[in-house]
């Protein structure tokens, strides 16, 4: 397994890459990309597009410490260079010096920072604590910094009469721009009427939810082991669940106005989504005939968005083929070190048309959260 210190040791291979290592001990530089660089201000066709990153992460020290120190650290995952938890933690902690200098060298005019809920498993009162400590923060930082970083709040979803006023709170008064979502509730499915409130709160307030997966317990025997796989098959699979339940129990026809980005590319989903509309033909039986979607499984594809973290222009023409440019927004997942250059990532994928590279790279993020790129 390739470790950092093996990394390091190839420096001379590295260094002709232009990759470097910035203060918070995370790489920046070329991700198998060999397209030019790009730098800010980003133009295509002689015109200026803001890029805006909607998959970019944080952490607030205060709100982790609301858990108790091991507890807190129990939901921060051990990457694959060897880092401890601790480090990892660290990371995520916004120094604006340091995060702005890593998002020049990205070409990142702004990022949608979002926090992935750790809190769910906490009981009412300790859960709103945090959130109402991160969202607070949150708005905060984004104030400090407008033209550089907006955010996704936290919500105490597993209460869902509460998440509605912080949901309410937090785009009314504190100007965030929706809310980040896990994959599941304790296990329940978001298509669970239980949440119908958080779903239509959304709508009247014209947000989107992004869902970030943060794992699937029950498999976590079958994913252990080398290859990281809670991540690297885990997570994929928990947003393809959460969005084919949104889909075949009715919750899209039920909120057709409801805006979802899905992080990841969508997971699986779009790479394999037409056997979805075979489903319920092959074994009727296996679907419910009191849901009657109003249209074919795959259609509600055209209502989602996606992020572009899906690593080829190969795979990134077949999420454009499937659900279409106009729903594809860029994502890095920052500091997590999947996707170091995204804006080059979109520039290298050849199938693209200029309008489309615009579009994913901010046209569209800018719409869907109601700002002008």
Known sequence: ???????????????????????????HGAHGQQSARQKLPVMIGGKRVK?????????????????????????????????????????????????????????????????????????????????????????????SKPDRFAAFASL?????????????????????KGAAIGGTVNGEAFSDPKFHPVWAKAEELDVPLFIHPTGIPELAKKLAGNGWLTNTVGYPLET?????????????????????????????LPSYADRSDHACLASPKSCNPNIQLKKAPTEYLKQIYFDSLVFTPEAI?????????????LGSDYPYPFQLQPVDHIFASQSLSDDHKADILGRTAARLLNFTA
């Open 1 to 27: 397994m390739t470790t950092r210190r093996h990394f390091l040791k190839t420096g001379g291979a590295a260094a002709a890459t232009g990759i470097v290592f910035c203060g918070c001990g995370l790489l």
């Open 51 to 143: 890029t805006i990153d909607v998959h970019a992460h944080c952490q607030f020290p205060e709100a982790g410490a609301l858990l108790g120190a091991s507890a807190a650290a129990g939901h921060v995952p051990t990457l694959v260079d060897g880092r401890s938890r601790s480090e990892v933690a660290a990371a995520a902690f916004i120094e604006i010096d340091k995060r702005l200098a890593a998002m020049d060298a990205q070409a990142v005019d702004m990022e949608v920072l979002s926090i992935n809920p750790f809190w769910y498993g906490s009981e009412r009162d300790v859960a709103g604590q945090i959130v109402k400590l991160q969202n607070e923060k949150l708005a905060e930082l984004c104030a």
């Open 317 to 329: 023409r077949h999420l454009v083929a499937q659900v279409g440019a106009s729903q594809v927004v």
């Open 156 to 176: 105490t979803l597993q209460a869902p009469d509460l998440a509605v006023q912080e949901l309410e709170t937090a785009v009314r008064k504190q100007r965030l």
């Open 240 to 268: 393809t669940i959460a969005l084919s339940h949104l889909i075949f129990e009715g919750t899209f026809d039920r909120f057709p106005k409801l805006k979802v980005i899905a992080a990841h590319g969508g997971g699986y």
